[in-house]
């Protein structure tokens, strides 16, 4: 009997020497030719997200970032990253001005449920800009009142996979491949499934895998740091699945040479890893 055809191709095991790659840069680039990234986030109480995110696009190579924040985060922001332009919004309209200057949003890492967040999320999704959601801005999309701009990547982890889908988190995690090819066909997006051997897949059926990482990232800012990091990609020119899948392997890997040092890893002690892993995979001089 002849074996029938599976609809979907084969998983992609993501390895060092199977990577997308960015091009290099010529001795006359300028920060203009590598985009602008707007990172929104922050609410009260939430500060330290949104600056690790910002903090990820702009070591990762974005050409600018700007950050929408609560006004009172202004100071500890331009303290901790001054190339970061930093931005206090307090409402959407507030906002309007700075979508109007992005090539690519971040938005999620702090951004809360609130009135506040709620707001910015709404007006981030009318810009047809390609996005990166995480966090707060999965737990609103679950909720089915939004819809994600054409190129979007979002990054659940399983139990925010569990709310998009309206499964449980046990559900995804029995057939996390399903999961993510569900999250991806259902929102039109390249979703990343996030844990251990986190899945990339694309609408149209593409399916990676990363094997790479350690126990000692079980801590909180990881992916925060990772929104930031596909963002830049993003804001770089490679392609949403193609960013996804770079950025969860330099992600993946940065974790793993932090983690031999044990436990007490922090989500900033991936950053300096991921700038000298993009190197080695994509040098900067072309």
């Known amino acids: 009997m002849p074996q029938t055809k599976h609809p979907f191709p084969e998983v992609q095991l993501l390895t060092g020497g199977h990577l997308p790659c960015l091009k290099g840069r010529p001795v ?40 929408a924040t609560r006004s009172e985060h202004v100071a500890a922001a331009l303290a901790r990253l001054p190339e970061v332009m930093t931005q206090g919004t307090d409402s959407a309209n507030q906002l309007m001005g ?12 702090g951004l809360g449920q609130g009135a506040w967040g709620r707001s910015l999320l709404s007006a981030a999704a009318n810009a047809p800009l390609p996005q990166v ?8 999309l ?16 399983p139990g925010e996979a569990a709310r998009l889908l309206g499964l449980t988190c046990a559900a995804v995690q029995a057939d996390r491949p399903a999961a993510a090819r569900a999250l991806s066909a259902k929102y039109a997006a390249v979703a990343v499934l996030k844990g251990a051997g986190s899945l990339i897949a694309s609408p149209d059926g593409q399916l990676a895998r990363c094997d790479a990482g350690h126990p000692a990232m079980a801590t909180a800012g990881l992916g925060d ?8 990609l993003l804001a770089q020119g490679l392609p949403a699945f193609d960013a996804a899948c770079l950025g969860v392997w330099l992600h993946a890997c940065a974790g793993e040479r ?12 991936l950053i300096p890893a991921i700038r000298q892993l993009l190197e080695e995979q994509s040098p900067c001089l072309s």
């Open 28 to 67: 006359d680039a300028h920060k203009g030719q590598f985009g602008h990234l707007l990172l929104i986030g922050g609410d009260r109480g939430f500060a330290g997200a949104a600056l690790l995110s910002a903090e990820s696009a702009l070591r990762s190579g974005a050409g600018m970032v700007s950050l």
């Open 225 to 232: 740091v990772l929104a930031g990091l596909i963002g830049a």
């Open 142 to 157: 679950a909720q089915g009142k939004l819809h994600l701009p054409t190129g979007s990547v979002i990054t659940p982890h």
């Open 98 to 109: 700075l979508l109007a200057k992005a090539s690519v949003l971040v938005i999620g890492p």
């Open 258 to 269: 932090q983690g031999k040092l044990g436990r007490g890893l922090a989500a900033s002690d």
């Open 133 to 140: 959601w995480d966090a707060d801005a999965l737990n609103l």
